[in-house]
């Protein structure tokens, strides 16, 4: 498990941070399910205000709503810490959640029972809603042969816990890196397997289209998928319903025209899963994940420099 290229300091460090994990994810499964979440929700509403992050989180809502007062924005920051800090305490005990059929509502059910009964493969796409987290496993509960895509952590030893903490629930994660990662998904496509991917996050050297009217660099991996494949784009998103309540909701597929620009093809994909993720931040504003530098860097840094 140990990355021999990290140094002993390093390594040493990681094993701190893990050790650290522990503590957090024996804690969080001692408590009761909604007083996890509870907890969660007061502890980052606190914390969260005070963190570099605060300053990230504040520049994409000014992004998003420009014409927002400065009172509406902090009462949509205020509960946007609720939000993450729910999720933060719900993920060691998703497989509890889980678990409980009266907490996971799944709206379009019958669609994904489609794809797993056709063995058609799908191009799954969503952003960081609510416990996104939940999707994935509502995808594999129905039957559907997919793979679930993650960005893995730097630290391997919080990483095999996470690992590890997902296998609970029924989700095994696969971490693309470079072009064997990319030819190990157009293999499993060409099986008739489904991929899920998050594209609501930068992607350095993406497509460059407009997100919310500003240019947001955005991985063209999914629009080049479908198009590849003749695959439909199938939206998916989590909301909470109260506490540690959700409803999965799988919306209308995407249907990409191939024009024969492929090029032009791939950019009208980005821009039609751009539009998808506007809407459903728009819907449920508080739920979306505001603490990543979505937009170009020299906003976050103009940014800054207004604030001193």
């Not at 996050?201 to 407009?210: I, L």
């Not at 799988?250 to 506007?278: C, S």
């Amino acid at each position: 498990m140990a990355d021999k290229r990290a140094s002993w300091g390093q390594d040493l460090l990681w094993r701190i941070e893990a050790a650290g994990y522990d503590l957090f994810t024996a804690f969080a499964r001692a408590l009761p399910i909604d007083t996890a979440s509870d907890f969660g929700a007061w502890l980052v509403r606190r914390l969260g205000p005070v963190t570099s992050a605060a300053r990230v989180a504040e520049t994409n809502m000014r992004i998003v709503f420009p014409e927002a007062s400065d009172a509406e924005i902090a009462a949509l920051m205020d509960e946007a810490w609720g939000h993450l800090g729910r999720w933060l305490m719900e993920f060691p005990i998703l497989d509890k959640i889980i678990a409980d059929p009266a907490r996971v509502e799944v709206v379009g059910a019958e669609r994904l029972a489609e794809i797993a009964r056709e063995r058609r493969p799908v191009v799954f796409i969503s952003g960081h809603f609510s416990s996104f987290e939940i999707m994935p496993a509502a995808i594999l509960h129905a039957g559907v042969a997919c793979q679930i895509t993650y960005r893995a952590t730097n630290n391997p030893y919080v990483d095999a816990r996470i690992k590890a903490a997902r296998r609970r629930y029924g989700v095994i994660l696969f971490a693309p890196k470079g072009g064997d990662g990319a030819r190990e998904l157009l293999e499993a496509f060409g099986r008739g397997e489904s991929v899920a991917l998050m594209n609501d996050q930068k992607f350095n050297g993406g497509v460059a289209a407009p997100l919310f009217g500003v240019t947001a660099h955005t991985a063209p991996g999914p629009s080049r998928l479908a198009l590849r494949y003749d695959a439909p784009l199938q939206p998916m998103s989590v909301e909470r319903k109260d506490k540690a309540h959700f409803r999965v909701v799988v919306h209308p597929e995407i249907r990409l025209e191939r024009t024969g620009d492929r090029t032009a093809d791939i950019e009208a994909g980005v821009r039609r899963i751009n539009a998808f993720i506007e809407d459903r931040i728009r819907a449920r504003p508080a739920e979306w994940w505001w603490v990543h530098k979505r937009w170009p860097n020299e906003l976050y840094k103009k940014r800054n420099h207004k604030s001193r």
